[in-house]
């Protein structure tokens, strides 16, 4: 198939599915990427022949010979994306035609073929169908989909691959960070970067986060629970959080960010935020901000507040931050008027408890 030609997709039940009340007692407390529904999407792609056996099936094992290509050069790129329960007793997603776009572009950036938009959309509508009961009915619930692509081609040489499968995953999950919203505290890497220009910063692909882990975990040693990474040309800029956009409040009433430039993730819950936060009266503007600017805003009390965004955790306050020489406080270290108000608005907009005048929402059941 070319284009936005529709594919359909092949329908297999799982012949047994997890029962009712194995299932309840899993929502209880799902926590975060641990519990899976039980089913899968899969669709295939060679060149010459283009997208084909898409299917919707049990969730199992796939099987991989051991020169397929994503083992040996990584060809891999991924999205994420929620559904959530409303009170009408419908689903809705949050502008999943973003991530259809982003999953197009990470694509392009990594030599992969593109998935036409109608066809990833369509492919989270019919697992979200089959899988419906597995979205938990709690305020923080929601379930997570997970579409992913890599290259499938078994081959040794370095060379975009030829074939590669697409598939899609869902979890039902809670809350991101454990204890509810709070403002959390972020460790500032000395020494290592996330991306550079020229590289794949703006794509999301795994790559990017196998990058971040050893930085995450020299985090977690300093008590801190997310890193910020700077730039790896200058080791001066903010460049954003292991898996989250940044964001600043000052006492002007600004809201700042800093700009895609090809070295940050351009998230789609950071541009609902922008416009969010235009809409709200706030100066909204993308610019480089320094660490040095951050500590010295945040000593003068010219900084008020921070925080972290991305589809897991949503909008995340930042209370501290940490670095090799010190730390210091955001507003106290506690969580700050913009920021819970603009987390309060997105969130009644994802879960249908606010208008949606931009079309946001994208309706399923």
């Avoid at 572009?105 to 109608?118: C, G, I």
């Avoid at 379930?143 to 081959?155: D, H, I, N, T």
């Avoid at 003068?300 to 670095?323: D, K, N, Q």
């Amino acid at each position: 198939m070319s284009g936005g030609d529709k594919l359909d997709f092949e329908i297999r039940p799982n012949p047994a599915p997890v029962s009712a009340a194995d299932r309840a007692a899993l929502l209880a407390n799902p926590g975060f990427g641990r519990v899976f529904t039980d089913h899968m999407v899969t669709v295939r792609y060679a060149d010459g022949k283009g997208w084909y056996d898409a299917r919707v099936e049990a969730r199992g094992p796939i099987p991989m010979d051991p020169a397929s290509a994503v083992l040996h050069y990584a060809q891999e790129i991924f999205e994420g994306l929620k559904a959530y329960r409303t009170a009408d007793g419908g689903v809705t997603m949050f502008r999943p035609d973003a991530n259809a776009a982003r999953f197009a572009a990470s694509a392009q950036r990594m030599a992969m073929p593109t998935l036409p938009p109608d066809v990833f959309v369509d492919s989270l509508h019919k697992l979200i169908e089959i899988d419906r009961e597995w979205i938990p009915t709690g305020e923080d619930g929601s379930l997570y989909l997970r579409p992913f692509m890599f290259a499938s081609e078994v081959f040794l040489g370095v060379r975009p691959a030829n074939e590669y499968l697409y598939m899609v995953i869902a979890s039902p999950v809670g809350a991101y960070f454990t204890g509810g919203v709070k403002p959390v505290t972020v460790w500032v890497s000395p020494d290592y970067t996330r991306a550079a220009p020229g590289g794949t910063g703006a794509a999301k692909c795994g790559g990017n986060y196998a990058a971040s882990l050893a930085a995450q975990a020299e985090a977690i040693e300093a008590g801190c629970d997310q890193v910020v990474f700077l730039d790896a040309v200058e080791r001066r800029f903010v460049d954003e959080l292991g898996g989250m956009n940044v964001f600043f409040v000052y006492d002007d009433d600004t809201v700042v960010t800093p700009p895609l430039t090809g070295t940050i993730l351009p998230g789609i819950t950071r541009d609902a935020v922008l416009t969010l936060a235009g809409a709200a009266g706030h100066r909204v503007e993308e610019r480089p901000v320094t660490f040095a600017d951050w500590q010295a805003d945040a000593a003068s009390g010219r900084l008020r507040e921070v925080f972290a965004c991305g589809t897991a955790a949503v909008i995340t306050p930042i209370g501290g931050v940490r670095f090799p020489d010190g730390e210091f406080l955001i507003g106290g270290g506690e969580p700050g008027r913009v920021t819970m108000a603009l987390r309060q608005q997105l969130v009644d907009i994802q879960r249908g408890k606010a208008t949606d005048p931009r079309g946001w929402v994208h309706r399923v059941l």
